[in-house]
């Protein structure tokens, strides 16, 4: 019994099938009470008013924002290494999701921005990098749409996933040197004290907690969807040989 | 190697276009620029340095999709890729030719357009340096993109789309140098990390191109 053997279509579409609605079922759950809470049971902050709020969405988003592109990476080597199609699926499923995530991130930051810099967008490191991550996404995106042998277009994408991955981290620190910074520093790190008050930080969690499981289950039935189609164009094929 | 490198250049030269054109629609950018920006020559001479190095990018951008589109079509590339030298060489030549057509004059015609553009008189010589580093950098990157995209009918777009993004670290250190320089002050600092940027691409991509290659050669 190892990973691996989820790499096979058949099992994968069962494993997901009892997963999803699991999954799907506590994303709904998490989100509700950690919105809930964090919109409507917390006080506003003593200087941020109530627009402290929008960090319930726009840290999650960011999270995976990143945490997808990270999860296309390993899959995409996966996909090079030892060839499982689910994989490359996987990866393509994951791609829209992730640039909604960014998108999501982009657009809270400046409702957020907007009453609390003066300003809807500033030429800070932070949001510079995750307009290129959007660029990133966008170009991934359009090369899986763009190649019509599905095997090429997991192999291309794959590389430049792999390449992307690279620039997006050195794009990152070329920003940084390249202007300073007014968005404040993580909300959350593992190596130091909390940065958030506890009021903000438990709803924080719960909502982090419905964003993560959102992300799986929009993957995995996203992937289910890939391997239908798959499975669809192949059936096709088939029915018009004979 | 050097024979594919002769034969590119000979290519570019005789068939036109492909030569002079990169120079021309650089020239036409930097004309352009003082139409939108107004002629104010103090305000042109702080933005001059940026400018030149986006036209220099752009126009860099221009001859990318015909890298390896011709010998694609034709079946010269099958050729090469079972000739006895590595697909990384031939990328390497490939993108070293790229640079020599469109990099290399690039960075030779920019002194006389940032006349044009007012640039202070301590600037130029950065300005040359950091497109002599930064170029090759910008050819190696468009041979990935090319490599990846030539298998498609319409790729040209799409490759602008892959390429842009990839391109962001070299332009801001290349700016960067280029800016400090104008403004005399210290480049050492992103003088460095430009020719750090440039020897890890230069490195590196010739391998991730030929994969790309290898799976379009399919």
Redesign the interface.
């Given at each position: 019994m190892s990973l691996w053997e989820y790499a096979n279509p058949a099992r994968f579409m069962v494993l997901s099938a009892r997963i999803v609605p699991v999954s799907g079922g506590l994303a709904a759950l998490c989100l509700v009470v950690g919105l809930v809470w964090g919109f409507f049971l917390t006080p506003d902050d003593y200087r941020q008013g109530s627009t402290v709020k929008i960090i319930y969405l726009h840290v999650p988003a960011a999270m995976l924002a990143i945490n997808a592109w990270v999860m296309m990476l390993v899959a995409s080597l996966i996909w090079l290494i030892r060839r499982h199609h689910v994989s490359a699926l996987a990866a393509r499923a994951a791609g829209p999701v992730g640039i909604v995530m960014t998108l999501i991130a982009l657009v809270t930051g400046a409702f957020w921005g907007q009453p609390m810099w003066g300003t809807w967008w500033a030429w800070d490191p932070r949001l510079t990098s995750f307009l290129?991550l959007f660029?990133?996404y966008?170009?991934y995106i359009?090369?899986w749409a763009?190649?019509e042998d599905p095997d090429?277009a997991a192999?291309?994408t794959s590389?430049?996933c792999?390449?992307?991955s690279v620039?997006a981290v050195?794009?990152r620190y070329?920003?940084n040197?390249?202007n300073q910074g007014l968005h404040q520093g993580a909300s959350l790190s593992l190596d130091k004290e909390k940065n958030v008050a506890d009021v903000f930080y438990f709803p924080l969690l719960v909502c982090i907690a419905g964003f993560v499981l959102l992300f799986v289950t929009l993957v995995l039935v996203r992937t289910q969807t890939e391997i239908r189609a798959r499975r669809l164009h192949a059936l096709n094929l088939r029915a018009r040989m004979g | 190697m050097i024979r594919l490198v002769a034969r590119d250049l000979m290519l570019a030269v005789r068939a036109g276009g492909g030569f002079g054109l990169g120079v021309a629609f650089f020239l036409i950018v930097v004309t352009l620029v003082p139409f939108a920006m107004g002629p104010d020559t103090t305000r042109l001479s702080v933005i001059a340095p940026g400018v030149l190095w986006l036209g220099a990018l752009l126009a860099c951008l221009l001859s990318l999709d015909r890298m390896f589109a011709l010998d694609f079509e034709d079946g010269t590339l099958d050729l090469l890729a079972t000739a006895p030298i590595p697909l990384e060489g031939v990328v390497a030549a490939k993108a070293l030719a790229h640079w020599l057509t469109t990099g290399l004059p690039l960075t030779l015609v920019a002194p006389m357009l940032a006349v044009l553009l007012n640039l202070p008189a301590q600037g130029f010589t950065w300005l040359v340096v950091s497109l002599a580093l930064g170029t090759p950098a910008l050819s190696m990157i468009g041979a990935f993109g090319a490599a990846l995209t030539v298998g498609l009918k319409r790729g040209g777009l799409l490759l602008s789309l892959l390429v842009l993004p990839l391109y962001v670290p070299t332009l801001i250190f290349g700016a960067e140098v280029a800016r400090r320089g104008a403004e005399g002050m210290m480049v050492s600092t992103p003088l460095a990390l430009l020719a750090g940027v440039s020897g890890s691409v230069l490195a590196l991509l010739p391998f991730a191109a030929a994969g790309a290659l290898r799976v379009n050669l399919r």
């Open positions: 290129i660029l990133f966008l170009g359009a090369l763009a190649i090429t192999d291309l590389i430049l792999l390449v992307g620039f050195l794009s070329a920003v040197f390249w | -």
